[in-house]
């Protein structure tokens, strides 16, 4: 069954199995905050879900390298510095496009987590755009739309400034 790129706007999923979504995405974008950026509410679909993990701490990088050691690994949450849980607030991340390079890196790790460890994952990517996209727009347009992953995991920068 071929991958699928779905288009919702400022962003993309590409969705690991084709035609279905997974249990997991992975947010693959340049990442910043501002103090004026605000924060919001993480849906809480009564289940225990969504997490939001976090592999770096608040006001600082990370390095391009640990966004594809996570995503190739069988139980990511293992390596997060930070997890936020339903109904949490979380800051309201500025997010921006990964060069084209990082996202076909972060698919060929996907794929290798479902060859060695059977689990899958969903990518989303940021489109280039005039102005900023924030994380809750990202998360907020996923719930209007009925796709409601178990997991987050955040592989931003959370730089501040």
Not at 117 to 139: R, S
């Amino acid at each position: 069954m071929p991958n699928q790129i779905v288009d919702f706007g400022k962003f993309v999923v590409w969705r690991f199995t084709g035609e279905h979504y997974a249990t997991q995405a992975f947010i693959c974008s340049h990442g910043g905050y501002d103090d004026n950026d605000g924060s919001f509410t993480l849906p809480d679909y009564n289940s225990g879900a969504p997490e939001m993990l976090f592999y770096g701490p608040h006001g600082q990088p990370i390095t391009v390298g640990r966004c594809n050691h996570v995503i190739a690994q069988p139980d990511p949450k293992q390596e997060a510095t930070a997890i936020a849980g339903p109904g949490s607030n979380i800051w309201n991340y500025r997010l921006s496009k990964f060069p084209s390079d990082w996202f076909d890196n972060a698919t060929v790790s996907a794929k290798r987590a479902k060859e060695t460890h059977d689990v899958n994952h969903d990518i989303i990517l940021l489109k280039d755009q005039a102005g900023p996209t924030f994380l809750g727009e990202v998360i907020g347009t996923l719930d209007q739309r009925g796709i409601r992953y178990l997991a987050f995991h955040f592989m931003a920068c959370r730089s501040t400034g």
